[in-house]
Protein backbone atom coordinates (compact mmCIF):
# COMPACT_ATOMS: atom_id res chain seq x y z
CA UNK A 1 0.00 0.00 0.00
CA UNK A 2 2.42 2.26 1.10
CA UNK A 3 5.15 1.80 -2.08
CA UNK A 4 1.37 1.90 -4.52
CA UNK A 5 0.89 5.65 -2.57
CA UNK A 6 4.63 6.49 -2.96
CA UNK A 7 4.51 5.51 -6.96
CA UNK A 8 1.28 7.66 -7.45
CA UNK A 9 3.03 10.68 -5.33
CA UNK A 10 6.38 10.24 -7.23
CA UNK A 11 3.84 10.00 -10.68
CA UNK A 12 2.02 13.29 -9.79
CA UNK A 13 5.05 15.21 -9.11
CA UNK A 14 6.98 14.64 -12.27
CA UNK A 15 3.48 15.18 -14.42
CA UNK A 16 3.09 18.69 -12.15
CA UNK A 17 7.12 19.12 -13.06
CA UNK A 18 6.88 18.70 -16.81
CA UNK A 19 3.85 21.13 -17.09
CA UNK A 20 5.54 23.59 -15.08
CA UNK A 21 8.81 22.93 -17.36
CA UNK A 22 6.41 23.29 -20.30
CA UNK A 23 4.50 26.67 -18.82
CA UNK A 24 8.13 28.51 -18.01
CA UNK A 25 9.67 26.60 -20.85
CA UNK A 26 11.23 30.24 -22.51
CA UNK A 27 11.94 31.35 -19.23
CA UNK A 28 13.99 28.07 -18.45
CA UNK A 29 15.75 28.66 -21.99
CA UNK A 30 16.93 32.09 -21.75
CA UNK A 31 18.27 31.04 -18.07
CA UNK A 32 20.28 28.07 -20.08
CA UNK A 33 21.83 30.45 -21.99
CA UNK A 34 22.76 32.98 -19.62
CA UNK A 35 24.00 30.02 -17.32
CA UNK A 36 26.36 29.12 -20.93
CA UNK A 37 27.61 32.68 -21.27
CA UNK A 38 28.70 32.73 -17.94
CA UNK A 39 30.32 29.79 -18.32
CA UNK A 40 32.10 30.79 -21.55
CA UNK A 41 33.05 34.54 -20.19
CA UNK A 42 34.59 32.33 -17.06
CA UNK A 43 36.68 30.55 -19.82
CA UNK A 44 37.83 33.00 -21.85
CA UNK A 45 39.13 34.84 -18.43
CA UNK A 46 41.24 31.38 -18.28
CA UNK A 47 42.47 31.86 -21.70
CA UNK A 48 43.57 35.17 -21.12
CA UNK A 49 45.12 34.09 -18.04
CA UNK A 50 46.50 31.26 -19.57
CA UNK A 51 47.99 33.39 -22.90
CA UNK A 52 49.48 35.94 -20.19
CA UNK A 53 51.27 33.49 -18.41
CA UNK A 54 52.66 31.65 -21.73
CA UNK A 55 53.73 34.84 -22.67
CA UNK A 56 55.87 35.85 -19.71
CA UNK A 57 57.49 32.30 -19.58
CA UNK A 58 57.98 33.24 -23.55
CA UNK A 59 59.87 36.70 -22.19
CA UNK A 60 61.35 34.27 -19.76
CA UNK A 61 63.15 31.72 -22.26
CA UNK A 62 64.64 34.46 -24.56
CA UNK A 63 66.06 36.28 -21.65
CA UNK A 64 67.62 33.09 -20.40
CA UNK A 65 68.51 32.09 -24.07
CA UNK A 66 70.66 35.81 -24.55
CA UNK A 67 72.12 35.00 -20.95
CA UNK A 68 73.63 31.93 -22.10
CA UNK A 69 74.77 32.98 -25.18
CA UNK A 70 76.58 35.95 -23.17
CA UNK A 71 77.72 34.12 -20.54
CA UNK A 72 79.28 31.19 -23.56
CA UNK A 73 80.79 34.26 -25.23
CA UNK A 74 82.40 35.14 -22.29
CA UNK A 75 83.57 32.22 -21.05
CA UNK A 76 85.40 31.54 -24.53
CA UNK A 77 86.97 34.66 -24.07
CA UNK A 78 88.11 33.39 -20.87
CA UNK A 79 89.73 30.44 -22.19
CA UNK A 80 91.48 32.01 -24.82
CA UNK A 81 93.49 34.28 -22.24
CA UNK A 82 94.06 31.01 -19.95
CA UNK A 83 91.26 32.34 -17.37
CA UNK A 84 89.94 28.41 -17.24
CA UNK A 85 88.95 29.53 -13.26
CA UNK A 86 86.71 32.14 -14.97
CA UNK A 87 85.56 30.04 -17.39
CA UNK A 88 84.66 26.90 -15.26
CA UNK A 89 82.47 29.71 -13.36
CA UNK A 90 80.78 30.77 -16.08
CA UNK A 91 79.75 27.09 -17.30
CA UNK A 92 78.74 27.08 -13.93
CA UNK A 93 76.21 29.34 -14.27
CA UNK A 94 75.68 28.45 -17.65
CA UNK A 95 75.03 24.84 -17.05
CA UNK A 96 72.12 25.95 -14.58
CA UNK A 97 70.55 28.51 -16.44
CA UNK A 98 69.92 25.56 -19.30
CA UNK A 99 68.54 23.56 -16.47
CA UNK A 100 66.19 26.40 -15.84
CA UNK A 101 65.53 27.05 -19.62
CA UNK A 102 64.66 23.17 -20.35
CA UNK A 103 61.96 23.60 -17.55
CA UNK A 104 60.62 26.47 -18.41
CA UNK A 105 60.69 25.65 -22.31
CA UNK A 106 58.63 22.58 -21.12
CA UNK A 107 56.24 25.23 -19.11
CA UNK A 108 55.87 27.16 -22.44
CA UNK A 109 54.66 23.96 -24.68
CA UNK A 110 52.03 23.08 -21.60
CA UNK A 111 50.59 26.08 -21.50
CA UNK A 112 50.21 26.34 -25.52
CA UNK A 113 48.53 22.73 -25.68
CA UNK A 114 46.23 23.84 -22.73
CA UNK A 115 45.79 27.03 -24.71
CA UNK A 116 44.88 25.40 -28.08
CA UNK A 117 42.50 22.88 -26.45
CA UNK A 118 40.51 25.55 -24.52
CA UNK A 119 40.67 28.37 -27.29
CA UNK A 120 38.64 25.08 -29.26
CA UNK A 121 36.36 25.30 -26.75
CA UNK A 122 35.82 28.38 -26.16
CA UNK A 123 35.00 28.47 -30.21
CA UNK A 124 32.77 25.57 -30.16
CA UNK A 125 30.76 27.17 -26.91
CA UNK A 126 30.50 30.08 -28.67
CA UNK A 127 28.81 28.98 -31.88
CA UNK A 128 26.57 26.48 -29.45
CA UNK A 129 25.22 29.79 -27.87
CA UNK A 130 24.98 31.19 -31.19
CA UNK A 131 22.57 28.13 -32.14
CA UNK A 132 20.61 28.61 -28.58
CA UNK A 133 19.64 31.74 -29.21
CA UNK A 134 18.97 31.61 -32.33
CA UNK A 135 16.76 27.83 -31.13
CA UNK A 136 15.57 30.18 -28.65
CA UNK A 137 13.81 32.91 -30.70
CA UNK A 138 12.42 29.81 -32.67
CA UNK A 139 11.16 28.05 -29.30
CA UNK A 140 9.48 31.48 -28.65
CA UNK A 141 7.33 32.19 -32.29
CA UNK A 142 6.41 28.92 -31.74
CA UNK A 143 5.17 29.19 -28.19
CA UNK A 144 3.57 32.61 -28.88
CA UNK A 145 1.57 30.67 -32.18
CA UNK A 146 0.95 27.62 -29.77
CA UNK A 147 -0.80 30.24 -27.26
CA UNK A 148 -3.05 32.32 -29.83
CA UNK A 149 -4.44 29.01 -31.38
CA UNK A 150 -5.19 27.89 -27.84
CA UNK A 151 -6.81 30.78 -26.83
CA UNK A 152 -8.93 31.17 -30.38
CA UNK A 153 -9.83 27.26 -30.49
CA UNK A 154 -11.29 27.99 -26.66
CA UNK A 155 -13.08 31.00 -27.80
CA UNK A 156 -14.65 29.70 -30.33
CA UNK A 157 -15.81 26.44 -28.52
CA UNK A 158 -17.55 29.02 -25.83
CA UNK A 159 -18.39 30.98 -28.58
CA UNK A 160 -21.96 29.47 -30.37
CA UNK A 161 -21.97 32.60 -33.46
CA UNK A 162 -20.49 29.40 -35.80
CA UNK A 163 -22.58 27.12 -35.37
CA UNK A 164 -25.47 29.57 -35.54
CA UNK A 165 -24.18 30.63 -38.54
CA UNK A 166 -23.70 27.02 -40.04
CA UNK A 167 -27.30 26.44 -39.01
CA UNK A 168 -28.97 29.46 -40.44
CA UNK A 169 -26.80 28.76 -43.87
CA UNK A 170 -28.42 25.17 -44.25
CA UNK A 171 -32.07 26.18 -43.44
CA UNK A 172 -31.84 29.02 -46.67
CA UNK A 173 -30.44 26.45 -49.12
CA UNK A 174 -32.25 23.47 -47.89
CA UNK A 175 -35.66 25.53 -47.60
CA UNK A 176 -38.07 24.65 -50.72
CA UNK A 177 -38.43 27.11 -53.76
CA UNK A 178 -42.00 29.32 -53.04
CA UNK A 179 -42.73 29.77 -56.70
CA UNK A 180 -42.35 25.92 -57.05
CA UNK A 181 -44.95 25.34 -54.80
CA UNK A 182 -47.27 27.47 -55.66
CA UNK A 183 -47.49 26.28 -59.47
CA UNK A 184 -47.82 22.55 -57.39
CA UNK A 185 -50.92 23.71 -55.44
CA UNK A 186 -52.07 25.56 -58.61
CA UNK A 187 -51.65 21.71 -60.47
CA UNK A 188 -53.50 20.04 -57.65
CA UNK A 189 -56.49 22.54 -57.61
CA UNK A 190 -56.90 22.05 -61.22
CA UNK A 191 -57.31 18.53 -60.90
CA UNK A 192 -59.37 18.93 -58.24
CA UNK A 193 -62.06 21.33 -60.26
CA UNK A 194 -63.88 19.43 -62.79
CA UNK A 195 -64.42 22.41 -64.61
CA UNK A 196 -61.71 22.26 -66.63
CA UNK A 197 -62.35 19.04 -68.08
CA UNK A 198 -64.09 20.56 -71.01
CA UNK A 199 -61.00 22.28 -71.84
CA UNK A 200 -58.66 19.28 -71.29
CA UNK A 201 -61.08 17.18 -73.91
CA UNK A 202 -60.82 19.98 -76.70
CA UNK A 203 -56.95 19.99 -76.01
CA UNK A 204 -56.96 16.13 -76.81
CA UNK A 205 -58.96 16.74 -79.76
CA UNK A 206 -62.13 15.88 -78.94
CA UNK A 207 -65.00 18.27 -79.80
CA UNK A 208 -64.59 22.15 -80.71
CA UNK A 209 -62.41 24.12 -78.83
CA UNK A 210 -63.01 25.98 -75.74
CA UNK A 211 -60.67 28.67 -75.88
CA UNK A 212 -59.64 31.03 -78.46
CA UNK A 213 -56.16 30.62 -79.48
CA UNK A 214 -53.51 32.74 -82.10
CA UNK A 215 -53.70 30.51 -84.72
CA UNK A 216 -57.34 30.71 -84.69
CA UNK A 217 -57.29 34.33 -85.02
CA UNK A 218 -54.44 34.17 -87.69
CA UNK A 219 -56.65 31.78 -89.59
CA UNK A 220 -59.66 33.87 -88.89
CA UNK A 221 -57.13 36.84 -90.55
CA UNK A 222 -56.11 34.75 -93.40
CA UNK A 223 -59.66 33.89 -94.53
CA UNK A 224 -60.91 37.41 -94.66
CA UNK A 225 -57.70 38.57 -96.53
CA UNK A 226 -59.00 35.98 -98.98
CA UNK A 227 -62.76 36.64 -98.99
CA UNK A 228 -61.68 40.67 -99.86
CA UNK A 229 -59.47 39.99 -102.63
Request: glycine share 4%.
Amino acid sequence: MFRTLTTLFDGANARAEERLRDHFSIELIDQKIREAEASLKAAKFTLASLMQRERGETRQVEALQNRIADLMGRAKLALDEGREDLATEAATAVAQLENELTIRRSTVERLETRILKLRHSIEGAHRRIIDLKQGALAARAAKKEADIQKRLGRNVAQDTAFEEAEALIARVLNRDDPFEQTQILKEIDQGLDQTNMSDRLAEAGFGDPTKSTAADVLSRLKAQQADDK
